[in-house]
């Protein structure tokens, strides 16, 4: 091996070195939001009967339910970082600036769930939790398309017909995620009573779930007709 050979090869154990570094801060800072978020799950000390202890389990319910929201969207998003990171082969300022704005409304999740579980009565909480989910998923929309567009000598020699047809369903999806928003605003003003208000705020939350599965499930038949006309 020639030593331009072996500066090439050193070259590129750097670079991959330095991108594993990037992917394992981000993946530490998954793991620590839902960290974060499942340790407000616990009970008050105190001594329990068995009625004392279903009505404390009834009043920890909204805090396990913000939990289970919030891990299947930290989930879902992980899993497309995975995706898109797996595609990597280098690395630039974008990059980490991207990576780094979308790991930041990330951190911002424990924060809205401790707003949704507080005072789910009025409709600000809610709304700003609603506002990170949004700004989370328009941030990793941006990085995914610096990815795919922008970043051609990042990338390994992979087809991105594929990641191109995810990022186009990834910004149907957060359109509606905003149609749906100003949906629930409607519907929380035409709710007169306003101890019901507050579901408005839960049937968004099952609307998001939906058009998110819904989209993937979408994504799945359009790749399935692909394969079928390639083939």
Same mark, same amino acid.
Request: proline share 3%; glycine share 4%; charged share 20%.
């Given at each position: =091996?020639?030593?331009?050979?072996?500066?090439?090869?050193?070259?590129?154990?750097?670079?991959?070195?330095?991108?594993?570094?990037?992917?394992?801060?981000?993946?530490?800072?998954?793991?620590?939001?839902?960290?974060? =978020?499942?340790?407000?799950? +616990?009970?008050?000390?105190?001594?329990?009967?068995?009625?004392?202890?279903? *009505?404390?389990?009834? +009043?920890? =319910?909204?805090?396990?339910?913000?939990? *289970?929201?919030?891990?299947?969207?930290?989930?879902?998003?992980?899993?497309?970082?995975?995706?898109?990171?797996?595609?990597?082969?280098?690395?630039?300022?974008?990059?980490?600036?991207?990576?780094?704005?979308?790991?930041?409304?990330?951190?911002?999740?424990?924060?809205?769930?401790?707003?949704?579980?507080?005072?789910?009565?009025?409709?600000?909480?809610?709304?700003?939790?609603?506002?990170?989910?949004?700004?989370?998923?328009?941030?990793?929309?941006?990085?995914?398309?610096?990815?795919?567009?922008?970043?051609?000598?990042?990338?390994?020699?992979?087809?991105?017909?594929?990641?191109?047809?995810?990022?186009?369903?990834?910004?149907?999806?957060?359109?509606? =995620?905003?149609?749906? *928003?100003?949906?629930?605003?409607?519907?929380?003003?035409?709710?007169?009573?306003?101890?019901?208000?507050?579901?408005?705020?839960?049937?968004?939350?099952?609307?998001?779930?939906? *058009?998110?599965?819904?989209?993937?499930?979408?994504?799945?038949?359009?790749?399935?007709?692909?394969?079928?006309?390639?083939?």
């Amino acid at each position: =091996m020639t030593d331009k050979n072996q500066e090439i090869t050193k070259e590129e154990i750097k670079k991959e070195f330095q991108l594993e570094r990037m992917i394992l801060f981000s993946d530490a800072v998954f793991a620590i939001v839902i960290t974060l =978020m499942a340790i407000e799950i +616990h009970l008050p000390e105190a001594h329990y009967n068995e009625i004392t202890f279903v *009505a404390a389990l009834k +009043h920890l =319910m909204p805090t396990v339910f913000a939990y *289970a929201l919030s891990f299947f969207f930290i989930g879902q998003m992980w899993y497309k970082h995975l995706q898109m990171f797996s595609i990597l082969k280098d690395y630039d300022k974008g990059l980490v600036v991207r990576n780094l704005i979308f790991l930041f409304f990330i951190g911002l999740f424990p924060f809205g769930a401790s707003l949704i579980i507080s005072r789910v009565e009025i409709l600000l909480p809610p709304a700003i939790y609603f506002g990170i989910i949004i700004c989370c998923f328009g941030a990793q929309l941006v990085l995914q398309d610096y990815i795919i567009n922008r970043g051609k000598g990042l990338i390994v020699n992979v087809d991105l017909t594929e990641q191109k047809l995810s990022l186009r369903k990834r910004t149907i999806l957060i359109i509606s =995620m905003a149609v749906i *928003a100003v949906l629930a605003y409607i519907t929380y003003l035409i709710i007169p009573d306003k101890e019901d208000k507050h579901y408005a705020i839960y049937w968004v939350f099952l609307l998001i779930v939906f *058009a998110y599965k819904s989209n993937s499930k979408k994504k799945e038949k359009s790749i399935a007709k692909k394969d079928v006309t390639q083939n």
